[in-house]
């Protein structure tokens, strides 16, 4: 379970910092930056996450160890840590320009008018009005990866569900172990997603 | 010590090892003939591709029955239909799709009396990861559809429903006739990302060993020893698919428009 969090929060948090640069760049006035935001989002979201786990599990190490030149390294944690955030980073980077996106221009041109310049209005005006809109959104998305994590297992990894299954297997409780993991994802996201309901009722 | 190993040090030095890596790559390997026979590499990831949307498209029809069946509960009168409908979408939402893989897979055919021996003894075990994966992957994309669909009939007021009714229908007749058709036509954007995302999840299905183009690019590095090659094709033909179905849904929404709705001309 401690490792389920763990890969929760590395993504959640890198995945939101790497989503809103992104996203800025996406929205951007330079042809350039928004067209690289725009690849990288399309490219992570139209491969599925297995195929992205696959690609941190069995190439990048591999790929690393090479450039760096030290075929020692276990960096399969790390690959799993840097392969949820990209992959997060591209759906939180979506949620967050429809964020952007929703506060009104006149906010921008306002910013402008007082003598600030784009980054500063970008950050103390923009920035913190979306977020407070998008806070739902990033929330179910947190939950969702939440469950996500469970596919580390294609990576060897044990998170909360690697180490039922593998107890399971060991001692012929399968069946007993997997409902059991079943039940408990069932109850954490249950509550968490109410939850998320509740606050969306008092912000809205 | 992670640390030390990683810094960047001799930058030439790397760029040079860089550019090796990027010299050996070598797509002739896909002419190869493959392991276990039935032609070159490239029919054989083709082959997984066919598996990934046959499995995609069977789990589809179920998931759009389910959808809409449960989609239609949710917005009934009454307290007992859209409570079990509610039940319903809690269940298949939060809990993570491996975990409901595995139920279907290695725990249902354990604890149903009578068909579940049958389902492990009868058939070979490719059909039974094939339905296992199909039933799972639609009850849980049934999930997110009835969602979709329940939205998109809330989307259309009252009104309707009290007119069809007025007009002497029953409301099976109203939710056929009337509401469906319209709710279905105002959804096919948000179907769609579902049905993207439904071909993406089949690759879980690689995880009860069913061999699809997930699986089929691992399988195939290991065979050849040209990971890189194989990951780089299965990628970008995923890539295609999704573009693909983008492009079919957007026509479907152009050709199924009607005048006076969102999108549509006024």
């Known amino acids: 379970m401690l490792r389920t969090l763990q890969i929760t929060l590395v993504a959640v948090t890198a995945g939101m910092i790497l989503g809103t640069i992104l996203a800025v760049c996406r929205l951007s006035r330079s042809r350039v930056l928004s067209t690289v935001a725009g690849l990288y989002v399309t490219c992570f979201r139209s491969v599925p996450l297995v195929m992205v786990l696959l690609w941190f599990y069995l190439l990048v190490p591999d790929l690393v160890k090479r450039i760096v030149g030290n075929p020692s390294l276990d960096i399969r944690l790390l690959s799993a840590f840097v392969a949820f955030s990209l992959f997060e980073a591209s759906y939180y980077a979506e949620i967050i320009r429809a964020g952007i996106q929703s506060v009104s221009k006149g906010q921008v041109s306002a910013g402008l008018a007082l003598g600030m310049t784009g980054g500063e209005t970008m950050r103390l005006i923009i920035l913190p009005q979306a977020f407070r809109r998008m806070i739902p959104l990033l929330l179910t998305q947190a939950i969702i990866l939440f469950q996500d994590t469970s596919l580390v297992y294609v990576m060897g990894l044990a998170d909360f569900f690697g180490v039922a299954y593998n107890t399971g297997d060991r001692d012929g409780t399968l069946v007993e172990l997997i409902l059991f993991s079943g039940a408990v994802y069932l109850v954490i996201c249950f509550v968490a997603s109410t939850l998320v309901r509740k606050m969306q009722k008092k912000i809205a | ?266």
């Open chain 2, 1 to 266: 010590m992670k640390a030390v190993a990683l810094r960047v040090g001799d930058t030439t030095l790397q760029r040079r090892r860089m550019a090796t890596i990027l010299a050996e790559l070598d797509f002739r390997v896909f002419m190869q003939p493959a392991v276990g026979g039935g032609g070159s590499y490239l029919t054989y990831l083709l082959y997984g591709l066919g598996l990934t949307l046959l499995l995609s498209l069977s789990s589809w029809i179920l998931a759009f029955a389910v959808g809409s069946l449960i989609g239609v509960m949710r917005t009934l009168r009454g307290s007992v239909l859209p409570r079990v409908g509610a039940c319903y979408v809690e269940i298949f939402r939060n809990i993570p799709l491996l975990v409901q893989l595995f139920i279907w897979y290695f725990v249902l055919p354990e604890i149903v009396p009578f068909f579940g021996a049958w389902f492990k003894q009868n058939l070979s075990p490719e059909i039974q990861q094939f339905v296992s994966a199909t039933l799972c992957l639609g009850f849980f994309t049934g999930a997110r559809v009835s969602e979709q669909v329940r939205s998109g009939i809330m989307s259309l007021g009252r009104g309707q429903y009290g007119a069809g009714l007025a007009l002497g229908f029953d409301t099976a007749q109203v939710y056929t006739l009337i509401l469906l058709p319209v709710a279905y036509r105002i959804i096919i954007p948000t179907l769609t990302s579902e049905f993207l995302n439904l071909i993406k999840n089949t690759a879980v299905a690689s995880t009860i060993g069913l061999v699809e183009l997930a699986q089929r690019s691992k399988n195939m590095g290991e065979y050849t020893s040209r990971l890189y090659e194989s990951f780089i094709a299965v990628t970008i033909l995923y890539a295609i698919v999704n573009l693909v179905v983008m492009l079919i849904s957007r026509n479907l929404e152009k050709a199924t428009r009607l005048p006076g709705f969102v999108g549509g001309k006024k």
